[in-house]
């Protein structure tokens, strides 16, 4: 099994800035891309942001510029620095993890439980 735990959520105002981190553990043999995505009410789940295990990285349009994903491969976590944020960024965000399994070599995409991040205007 594979566990997510994130941290760092809470409220913010506008154009404050907030670190979201995620941590990851269990039967892990590697971590493929690491990434955020959130969820506003009565609205569907969509990406934020990615980096892949090349280090490379894709952001949604909505946070280009203000959003910076990063991963410490030595400890398994990613984070997701959030600047000049916006009531719009207001959801759930959720850690996702595209790993192989070390018990059964099986590729799988683990995800958090959900951290909300709230922006006042």
């Known amino acids: 099994q594979v566990q997510l735990v994130e941290s760092g959520g809470g409220l913010v105002q506008a154009g404050g800035s907030l670190r979201l981190s995620c941590a990851a553990s269990?039967?892990?043999?590697?971590?493929?891309?690491m990434g955020w995505y959130r969820q506003a009410p009565g609205k569907q789940r969509e990406s934020v942001a990615y980096?892949?295990?090349?280090?490379?990285?894709n952001y949604a349009d909505a946070v280009k510029g203000r959003f910076t994903v990063s991963r410490d491969n030595a400890k398994n976590m990613v984070y997701l620095q959030m600047n000049s944020l916006k009531p719009e960024d207001t959801a759930v965000y959720y850690c996702?993890?595209?790993?192989?399994?070390?018990?059964?070599?099986?590729?799988?995409?683990?995800w958090g439980q959900g951290t909300q991040v709230t922006v006042s205007s």
């Open positions: 269990g039967s892990i043999f590697r971590i493929n891309h």
């Open positions: 980096m892949a295990s090349s280090g490379g990285t």
């Open positions: 996702n993890i595209n790993l192989i399994s070390l018990s059964d070599f099986r590729l799988l995409d683990a």
